[in-house]
């Protein structure tokens, strides 16, 4: 005998489309009993469980929620998710540090040019891990072609100084299905509500 069994539950979709407000195709499926929430749409797929909502419904919980708290649950990295690394407001703020470096004269020219050179070549088009491992490789580059110590001679004292740095938020596309659709959902929902459906 096997230990897998397999449950039935009825489910409720929504299924919205049109061109208003930027819109093509959304898909909701909401699970009121479980608190399960999975979308898919061409602005990307979502999914969250709300287990714990007091006494409201799942219908009820979604419009009191904040948009900010839902977008965070969607791109929470053990939802699948992750975090999106904004490549040029990074770049920005790190190079702003290493101008404010050279400025207060905490590091020569030489220092800041190398460092400059080497920021540019940090792959921040994946997710934060990728950034990191290519972090340590810019680290190994500086020691060996300039012989430059990372974390006596840039304006970072270790590692995680610098990743922080790092200009993290919702995707786009998050933020766009946010924008555009979330409000869409969110009127339905409160207009079936309203007639008691």
Known sequence: MSDISV???MVEKYTITGRMSGISWSIFTLDNKTGDISIQ??????SYIWNHRGNETL?????????????????YPSNGGKKYIYA???LDSWK???VGHRRNRESTKEIAKALLECLNEIDLYGDS??????MNDMI???????DIDF?????????YEFMERMVIGCSPQLNMFMDKVWPVFIDVLKKEKENGI
Do not use: H
């Open 7 to 9: 449950k039935k539950d």
């Open 41 to 46: 749409s061409d602005w990307g797929n979502y």
């Open 59 to 75: 219908k009820e919980f979604l419009i009191n929620a904040g948009v900010d708290y839902i977008k965070d649950k969607f791109s």
């Open 88 to 90: 040029k407001e990074t």
């Open 96 to 98: 702003r540090d290493i």
């Open 129 to 134: 891990n990728t950034a990191y491992f290519s």
């Open 140 to 146: 190994e580059k500086l020691k060996y072609k300039y």
């Open 151 to 159: 974390y006596k001679d840039s304006p970072w004292r270790d590692d």
